[in-house]
């Protein structure tokens, strides 16, 4: 397209030079008639009178108007043949010295205020996406990261704890349960059998020696009871002895630590009353043996049983509200072990967002370009925001605003001529592609309202993005830059 172009001109200049010439010839002919058509000398009128004479008189103007009449034709011709393609030319393009060059410029600031460490780049020096072009100080937002890691690690001890002391409570209400449970089957127990010996010293003399038997059989469960009083006692120990170990290192309360003494001289005492009845039925074998005068003192005795177990069953049935409370308890600890985890997922993102207002302290390029209206130096104190510097893009077009009568046959993609004044001895070419869904005043800050009454039709300009064909700016590409002005003519079908 740039050949038929220069071609076209070529032929022009061409035709202005032959009209020129002939110009040029028709004023030396003129000149010449004049010459030739002068008043002879004097020694010449003679002779010009004697052929006046001899022969007729010829016209002296027909050959100069001949010769006007050839070079007007001549020029004619070329008037109409430059006329002819020019209007071809006209014809099938459409012009506009309205156009610049335009690119992506990306503005590069700063995420969080800070101090400038230092710049690593230059005017107009190249850069690639992610290149390092200024790093602020980061020690505060280092300090950040540091305080938030630790918060992290303290909610994460926390929620350690929380959950040991759940599984302590659980195994700690589940075995008082068991205990208390167990106490109240012994109270009932003992119960029972104060009664029946109340029933047997009320029976008299008579039942003595019933009673010397029953005071036999007495006593094998008497031993099996110290027996179960010795186990209950050294599992009380053994809770106590661990017990004491964990309030020595601070993972149990105090309260907890005297809940399992308590539990422990419970035990010493079941212990005692287990010893205590092994000899209390031995005794009742020797009183049944002395006979009827003890009788009365084996009632006595079995009167202050029924009363002891008694005590000892509400003394169970308060164990066993206790150790359900302990269920409670458990809840308790489970929903501060469930705040504790919520606590980590909170100081997990507050390390998080540390960590990312870290890495903003290194600014980095946003895509490949050259830098261009640099205004910081080290030093600087800069807000989130501020402009720092322009990463001027590769990537350069043409924006071209027609107007809006000369895009009748205008298409994507049609062939385009781009002079700019920069390189005005080299033509590049482009293509059409796109063209813009708005004149630009309707994107102005102010677009004119024409319902006002005060219309007056004016010529619009319409925007078209012309893209340049790569291989004709070959060696151009970083000497192109945007602002340029620019001349196009787009060949329209």
């Given at each position: 397209?740039?050949?038929?172009?220069?071609?076209?001109?070529?032929?022009?200049?061409?035709?202005?030079?032959?009209?020129?010439?002939?110009?040029?010839?028709?004023?030396?002919?003129?000149?010449?008639?004049?010459?030739?058509?002068?008043?002879?000398?004097?020694?010449?009128?003679?002779?010009?009178?004697?052929?006046?004479?001899?022969?007729?008189?010829?016209?002296?103007?027909?050959?100069?108007?001949?010769?006007?009449?050839?070079?007007?034709?001549?020029?004619?011709?070329?008037?109409?043949?430059?006329?002819?393609?020019?209007?071809?030319?006209?014809?099938?393009?459409?012009?506009?010295?309205?156009?610049?060059?335009?690119?992506?410029?990306?503005?590069?600031?700063?995420?969080?205020?800070?101090?400038?460490?230092?710049?690593?780049?230059?005017?107009?020096?190249?850069?690639?996406?992610?290149?390092?072009?200024?790093?602020?100080?980061?020690?505060?937002?280092?300090?950040?990261?540091?305080?938030?890691?630790?918060?992290?690690?303290?909610?994460?001890?926390?929620?350690?704890?929380?959950?040991?002391?759940?599984?302590?409570?659980?195994?700690?209400?589940?075995?008082?349960?068991?205990?208390?449970?167990?106490?109240?089957?012994?109270?009932?127990?003992?119960?029972?059998?104060?009664?029946?010996?109340?029933?047997?010293?009320?029976?008299?003399?008579?039942?003595?020696?019933?009673?010397?038997?029953?005071?036999?059989?007495?006593?094998?469960?008497?031993?099996?009871?110290?027996?179960?009083?010795?186990?209950?006692?050294?599992?009380?120990?053994?809770?106590?002895?661990?017990?004491?170990?964990?309030?020595?290192?601070?993972?149990?309360?105090?309260?907890?630590?005297?809940?399992?003494?308590?539990?422990?001289?419970?035990?010493?005492?079941?212990?005692?009353?287990?010893?205590?009845?092994?000899?209390?039925?031995?005794?009742?074998?020797?009183?049944?043996?002395?006979?009827?005068?003890?009788?009365?003192?084996?009632?006595?005795?079995?009167?202050?049983?029924?009363?002891?177990?008694?005590?000892?069953?509400?003394?169970?049935?308060?164990?066993?509200?206790?150790?359900?409370?302990?269920?409670?308890d458990t809840t308790v600890k489970r929903s501060q072990y469930e705040a504790a985890k919520a606590a980590i997922a909170q100081a997990e993102a507050s390390?998080?967002?540390?960590?990312?207002?870290?890495?903003?302290?290194?600014?980095?390029?946003?895509?490949?370009?050259?830098?261009?209206?640099?205004?910081?130096?080290?030093?600087?104190?800069?807000?989130?925001?501020?402009?720092?510097?322009?990463?001027?893009?590769?990537?350069?077009?043409?924006?071209?605003?027609?107007?809006?009568?000369?895009?009748?046959?205008?298409?994507?993609?049609?062939?385009?001529?781009?002079?700019?004044?920069?390189?005005?001895?080299?033509?590049?070419?482009?293509?059409?592609?796109?063209?813009?869904?708005?004149?630009?005043?309707?994107?102005?800050?102010?677009?004119?309202?024409?319902?006002?009454?005060?219309?007056?039709?004016?010529?619009?300009?319409?925007?078209?993005?012309?893209?340049?064909?790569?291989?004709?700016?070959?060696?151009?590409?970083?000497r192109i830059t945007p602002g340029m002005s620019a001349e196009v003519a787009v060949e329209v079908k």
């Amino acid at each position: 397209m740039s050949a038929d172009n220069n071609g076209r001109k070529h032929q022009t200049a061409i035709l202005e030079k032959e009209l020129i010439t002939d110009t040029d010839t028709l004023e030396a002919a003129t000149t010449e008639t004049s010459a030739k058509i002068e008043v002879p000398e004097a020694d010449v009128v003679p002779q010009l009178e004697k052929d006046k004479e001899i022969a007729p008189q010829t016209p002296k103007k027909k050959k100069p108007i001949a010769l006007i009449m050839s070079v007007l034709g001549v020029g004619a011709i070329a008037a109409g043949g430059f006329g002819y393609h020019y209007w071809q030319y006209a014809s099938t393009h459409q012009e506009t010295d309205n156009a610049t060059v335009t690119g992506n410029i990306h503005q590069v600031s700063s995420r969080i205020p800070g101090t400038v460490a230092r710049v690593l780049v230059n005017d107009n020096q190249l850069v690639q996406p992610g290149q390092v072009l200024v790093e602020l100080d980061p020690r505060d937002y280092q300090s950040k990261v540091q305080q938030a890691s630790a918060a992290l690690e303290n909610a994460r001890g926390q929620a350690q704890a929380a959950q040991a002391n759940i599984a302590l409570s659980s195994e700690t209400t589940t075995a008082k349960t068991n205990q208390a449970q167990g106490d109240v089957s012994g109270a009932l127990a003992a119960i029972s059998t104060a009664q029946a010996a109340v029933k047997e010293a009320q029976a008299g003399i008579p039942a003595a020696q019933a009673e010397v038997k029953l005071a036999q059989a007495g006593i094998p469960a008497a031993q099996a009871q110290v027996a179960q009083t010795n186990a209950n006692l050294e599992k009380a120990q053994a809770d106590y002895n661990r017990y004491t170990q964990l309030y020595q290192q601070g993972a149990i309360a105090r309260q907890q630590l005297e809940t399992a003494k308590a539990a422990y001289d419970v035990a010493v005492a079941q212990k005692n009353a287990a010893t205590q009845g092994v000899q209390q039925a031995q005794a009742r074998l020797a009183s049944a043996n002395v006979g009827v005068a003890k009788a009365q003192s084996v009632l006595a005795q079995a009167q202050e049983g029924v009363a002891s177990a008694q005590a000892k069953l509400a003394a169970s049935k308060g164990g066993l509200q206790q150790a359900t409370a302990g269920g409670q308890d458990t809840t308790v600890k489970r929903s501060q072990y469930e705040a504790a985890k919520a606590a980590i997922a909170q100081a997990e993102a507050s390390l998080k967002d540390a960590q990312l207002q870290l890495s903003y302290t290194q600014i980095t390029a946003p895509s490949t370009g050259r830098v261009g209206n640099k205004n910081v130096e080290v030093g600087n104190r800069i807000q989130a925001g501020t402009p720092l510097m322009a990463i001027v893009n590769d990537q350069k077009w043409i924006v071209a605003n027609f107007k809006e009568t000369q895009l009748e046959n205008m298409k994507p993609g049609e062939p385009v001529e781009i002079k700019l004044d920069a390189f005005p001895h080299h033509t590049f070419n482009g293509r059409v592609d796109s063209i813009s869904p708005a004149s630009g005043a309707e994107f102005a800050l102010l677009p004119p309202d024409n319902a006002t009454g005060n219309f007056t039709k004016i010529v619009q300009r319409i925007p078209v993005k012309i893209v340049f064909d790569q291989n004709s700016i070959q060696g151009y590409e970083s000497r192109i830059t945007p602002g340029m002005s620019a001349e196009v003519a787009v060949e329209v079908k």
